[in-house]
């Protein structure tokens, strides 16, 4: 059953620079598993061509970490029913599978053994989805080294990092994560160019915080940073406050936004300790 890819807005090469990234701050004696999807190709001449537009995950990633590094990739749809890649402590799973509409409410149906003419609410549709991207994330896990049992837990140290969208409709609620991985701790994961690629008043306003923390400054006004940044209230409540990659940038750099109600202001930003990748 093929699924629909939803990473289509992050290039290969930026989503190759984030886990090249990764897998360079990871010793070099622990396995990597990079679960990716694949290329759309094309059979010219008897060989096989990458279609226009499309890039080879594996052939990004190795160029940018090496080809001594080892790490192993399998894509979407070979991820399940495997001891193969047991041995790696870390797995990155570039974006996440997802099927169509029509699948999923095939499955659902099938699932509450449901005719065509039974009714199927928008909430069993929802239930449906969630939970077959839940299962896909869990089996994609599972093939690296998380799968054994040490003491009653997974071995220690391992680590998972997961590419996908938490927007309303086709994304994933990241709050579903530990769901499927009780007692785990979820910390979002930024790579470092993402980051530079912040621009206008957004980039600027994670620059200023910099620069704060560079003179030894752990509070800065809200106020402060509007009139140095030239923005009105509104715009930066709902441009910047209201950014996601913001919020996410925020907290790689080590800081947090707190705001206070009332029109008079007194909100904040506050250096916190930052998140390591």
Not at 125 to 143: K, L, Y
Not at 220 to 229: F, G, H, K, Q, Y
Request: charged share 25%.
């Amino acid at each position: 059953m093929q699924g629909r890819r939803h990473i289509a807005t992050v290039s290969v090469h930026s989503l190759a620079d984030g886990i090249a990234e990764v897998i360079k701050s990871l010793p070099d004696d622990e396995g990597v598993l990079v679960v990716y999807h694949k290329p759309k190709t094309y059979t010219h001449r008897g060989a096989e061509k990458l279609c226009r537009g499309e890039s080879d995950m594996i052939a990004e990633v190795s160029e940018r970490v090496g080809p001594d590094r080892g790490v192993q990739f399998v894509n979407w749809g070979r991820h399940t029913a495997t001891n193969e890649f047991k041995d790696c402590k870390h797995v990155i799973l570039a974006g996440i599978l997802q099927y169509n509409v029509a699948q999923y409410e095939a499955t659902g149906r099938g699932a509450k053994k449901a005719s065509v003419e039974d009714d199927f609410s928008d909430d069993d549709f929802r239930a449906t989805r969630i939970g077959e991207i839940s299962h896909h994330i869990f089996q994609a896990a599972c093939r690296g080294s998380i799968r054994k049992t040490v003491n009653g837990g997974c071995p220690e140290g391992c680590k998972l990092y997961v590419v996908f969208s938490t927007d309303r409709g086709n994304g994933f609620p990241r709050e579903q994560l530990s769901v499927i991985f009780p007692d785990s701790e979820v910390i979002d994961w930024v790579p470092s160019h993402a980051e530079k690629q912040l621009g206008g008043k957004v980039g600027q306003t994670i620059e200023l915080l910099k620069r704060a923390e560079q003179d030894g400054r752990t509070e800065i006004d809200a106020s402060e940073v509007m009139e140095e940044i030239g923005v009105s209230r509104p715009n930066f409540l709902k441009d910047i406050v209201g950014h996601k990659g913001f919020q996410i940038a925020l907290k790689h750099i080590g800081w947090e936004y707190v705001s206070t109600r009332g029109r008079g202001g007194g909100s904040r930003f506050i250096r916190r300790l930052p998140i390591n990748v």
